[in-house]
């Protein structure tokens, strides 16, 4: 029972009470006499009332005490509970959780003081709630605090594990307490003894030790100590170290961390910058252009001494000034343009302006301007002004040359742009006609006013400029004899007219070798149109089809590759490959291992798959990798076709399709060599020359000039040895146009190998390299050309003995072999590889040089590519061999060896 019910029923009978009483009151104060309790029925009456009325008085009591008592000790339980009401409402509040806005019960009596007690308890719980949440908020702080600290701590291990340098942590007295791993390397008993003793053989510490500078300063120092440390004994080592003090909270230092870097190397380099810059200083000053660098204002800031030789200024005239003190400069020059373009981080072409001497004397100068970038931004400019008075004067004919090499240059940019056209097979006719009719117009000799149009099967590609003009060039596109279209070439206005018209003879040359090169090219796609119709129809054919995932488990098979092996579609489903692999599952991870670590797009081979009911018959299977978005291998398509039938008829057809393929090849071969011998028949016969002029001149002036000045008989070496070098890129060029005039014989090609290293002997021994023969002595002779393999195998030693460049091996191997299918899918990627499974001669040439870098091996057979210094190589060579290893219908391959590096030459001849 609740306390509250309890007072109410305290109250009830309290008004019992009361109600009795004031009964018992009225009976007495009324006269009254009653022998109730004697058991008389009899009443003595003192006159006042009746029996009757006495009976209605007692009958009125017994309903009036209940009322009056009930109401009685509601009143009194209302006005002496109501506190005690609130007060337990509230309490229930507070045990629900519920500590807003809670009833405030007046301080009157018990339950107003029990009330306020509870009041000031919800204030302190209130209050230590609050220093919890905080309490929990600072150690979560401290968590995270911590789990930073752990996490700083192994990145630094990580870092100071990983850095080159020696790190080591030393205490007061520099005993090491701690080292990283490259320092323990050096010596791994570290621990516990004194850093001096241990690198430094020392007993006592170093004078100029950074640890002990540290110690007394209290901020980090660095010093250079040059020593013979322990493990360096005997060689003069420079080492920088960095000593950085550790500080405790009251700031007394508890360990230092010493950085040491070994800066020997860097002394040397920072030595040598030194005498190279004085050197290079030696050589501005003792030049002969003006060489000066300006702010970005254009003040000059340094003038070397030739502006007293050329201008007759003194250097400190002109420092200070700007360069117009000395140049002209104009808006026709552009020198202002070209300087404001150097500001501006460009490197600006050669500006040709004039120059006024200290005597007023006018002289023809070119300017170079170099920015100087430092930090992203130009710091300043550098330049060199060039006294080209008489070379301006004498230039004319040179002028000429140059005038004409620019028009073939501008012909070589019409057949590159034709070419990179042409790299992508599946270019259509429209964007490879409008491609041609916008190169065309910049290859003739007024590009300004040419237009070009073409016509093929009546629909017509032009030029955003063209024109129907009277100065009108044509060539007709002829394809399998018949004309099939037009090449027009339109002059807007009338130009000189030159002896053979408007038009000059390498123009139409020009018309006509770009017609020829859209027939071949058209012609090329007809046949490839060809194929993608039979492919279409091989697409249709009755192939088997099936899809497996990485584990070799079908997901897809068609009716086809189901009834090939005897099974029915769903009893192959969810069943590895294995099953119709006769080697089982060996034989089934060797496989796919071999396709999903392929390069290539699909694999293809030869296999023998087993039926249901245990027989064997052979398949020509072709495996295609599917990669997911992530480029991992996701499934792998097969495609089987039954060959038991074929197998017989397929040497036939593969000698067909080799014979169509080589065939193929020799014919954009013969296309690419026309163009490329008349070319460079063309150039070189027209620059030697004057090549050989210049040869005359420099020789003559070697012999008639006598002047103490190394610096002319410098100049003149360097003019000879460049124009050496042009003549060998001319010779290079006519023995690249030459390839196609061949004198084939029969001939034992180990004989010409012999010959060959018999011309390089002089240099194998000078260069102390060994020479391993192994010819095979029953090769038999061949159909060659002696003087042109005696020319690939010299250039091929040759680059063999630059490659080793010292002591080392050459080794040549001759054997004859049959190509196998592993062998053509080997070389298969390559072109010209046109061999079928046929017995073939092989030559083997192995070095033991560096190799070939893997970026450049595609580039090597490319004319002008050499990896060799300026000077040493025209880039010709491999080009050249190529070639002629091409025009003996053989093929030749350069790879790196795998593993014991160098690089390894195969050349395959046919019987």
Known sequence: MKILDKIKISFFLTGILISFIVSLSFFYF????????????????????????????????????????????????????????????????????????????????????????????????????????????????????????????????????????????????????????????????????????????????????PALKAKETGIYYRGVISRFPVKN???????????????????????????????????????????????????????????????????????????????????????????????????????????????????????????????NNTLFVEVHFIPVIREGEVFEVQGVVRDITKREQEGEVLRNIVKDFRERLKK???????????????????????????????????????????????????????????????????????????????????????????????????????????????????????????????????????????????????????????????????????LLYPGGEHRRVGILRKILESSESFSSAELYNKRKDGSVFPVFTTAAVIYNEKGKPLLISLIVADITERKKAEEELRAAYNKLKETQAQLIHAGKMEIIGRLASGVAHEVKNPLAIMIQGIEYLEKRIKSDDKNIALTINYLKDSVERADDIIRGLLDLSSLSK???????????????????????????????????????????????????????FWNAIQAISGKGELRVKTYVKKLSGDDIAKYADKEFFTFSQQEVVVVEIEDTGPGIPQKIIRKIYEPFFTTKPKGKGTGLGLSIVKNIIEIHKGFIDIRNKEEEGGAIVTMMFRL
């Not at 979560?140 to 600290?149: G, P, R, V, Y």
């Not at 570290?190 to 100029?208: N, W």
């Not at 104009?330 to 501006?344: C, E, I, M």
């Open 30 to 209: 009324s006269g009254l006499e009653t022998e109730w309790f004697t058991g008389s029925k009899e009443i003595r009456s003192t006159g006042l009332v009746t029996f009757a009325e006495l009976r209605l008085i007692f009958i009125s009591l017994v309903i009036f005490i209940p009322v009056f008592s009930w109401l009685t000790g509601a009143l009194l339980a209302r006005f002496s509970i109501s506190s005690f009401s609130r007060l337990f409402r509230k309490s229930k509040a507070i045990a629900e959780g519920r500590r807003d806005n809670l009833d405030k019960i007046p301080d009157k009596d018990e339950a107003g003081r029990i009330s306020s007690v509870f009041d000031s308890l919800l204030e302190k719980i209130k209050s230590l709630e609050d220093s919890l949440r905080v309490m929990n908020a600072e150690i979560i702080k401290l968590n995270k605090k911590e789990s930073f600290l752990e996490f700083e701590l192994r990145k630094k291990e990580y870092f100071f594990d990983r850095t080159p340098y020696l790190i080591l942590e030393l205490d007061e007295s520099l005993k090491i307490i701690w080292a990283n791993k490259t320092a323990r390397k050096v010596e791994s008993d570290l621990l516990g003894r004194l850093c001096y003793q241990v690198f430094m053989g020392r007993e006592t510490p170093c004078p100029e030790c």
């Open 233 to 359: 004994r005997g060689k003069e080592s420079y080492w920088e170290v960095i000593s950085i003090p550790v500080k405790e909270r009251r700031s007394k230092i508890s360990t230092i961390f010493n950085i040491a870097c070994d800066i020997t190397e860097y002394r040397k380099q920072k030595e040598q910058i030194l005498k190279d810059e004085n050197y290079f200083k030696d050589i501005v000053q003792r030049g002969q252009d003006i060489i000066f660098i300006t702010d970005k204002e254009g003040k000059i800031k340094f003038i070397s001494r030739a502006i007293k030789d050329i201008l007759g200024y003194e250097p400190e005239e002109i420092v200070g000034n700007k360069l117009s003190l000395f140049l002209i400069s104009s808006d026709s020059t552009g020198l202002n343009q070209s300087f404001r373009n150097t500001l501006s981080g460009k490197q600006p072409p050669v500006v040709f302006t004039e120059a006024l001497s200290k005597q």
């Open 412 to 578: 070589l940019d019409c057949f590159y742009g034709l070419s990179k056209l042409l790299e992508n097979p599946r270019v259509s006719l429209d964007v490879l006609f409008q491609g041609v009719v916008g190169l065309i117009p910049p290859a003739w000799e007024y590009p300004e006013v040419a237009c070009s149009r073409i016509v093929y099967e009546d629909k017509e590609w032009r030029s955003n400029n063209f024109e129907v003009t009277p100065w009108r060039q044509t060539c007709d596109i002829i394809i399998g004899e018949k004309k099939k279209g037009l090449i027009e070439v339109y002059y807007l206005e009338k130009r000189p007219d030159l002896f053979e018209g408007p038009f000059s003879r390498e123009e139409r040359y020009l018309i006509n070798a770009v017609a020829e090169r859209l027939r071949k090219t058209i012609e090329k796609k007809i046949a490839d149109e060809e194929i993608i119709k039979f492919k279409a129809i091989a697409d249709k054919a009755n192939y088997g089809t099936a899809i497996i995932d990485t584990e070799g488990k079908f997901t897809y098979v068609n009716e086809a590759f189901a009834a090939m092996h005897k099974y029915e579609k769903k009893e192959l489903l969810s069943e590895n490959i294995s």
């Open 742 to 796: 061949m004198n084939i014989e029969k001939e034992d090609l180990n004989a010409v190998i012999e010959r060959s290293l018999f011309l390089m002997n002089y240099q194998l021994d000078k260069s102390r390299i060994k020479v391993i023969k192994d010819l095979d002595s029953d090769i038999p002779y061949i159909d060659i050309d002696k003087n042109r393999l005696e020319q690939v195998f010299v250039n091929l």
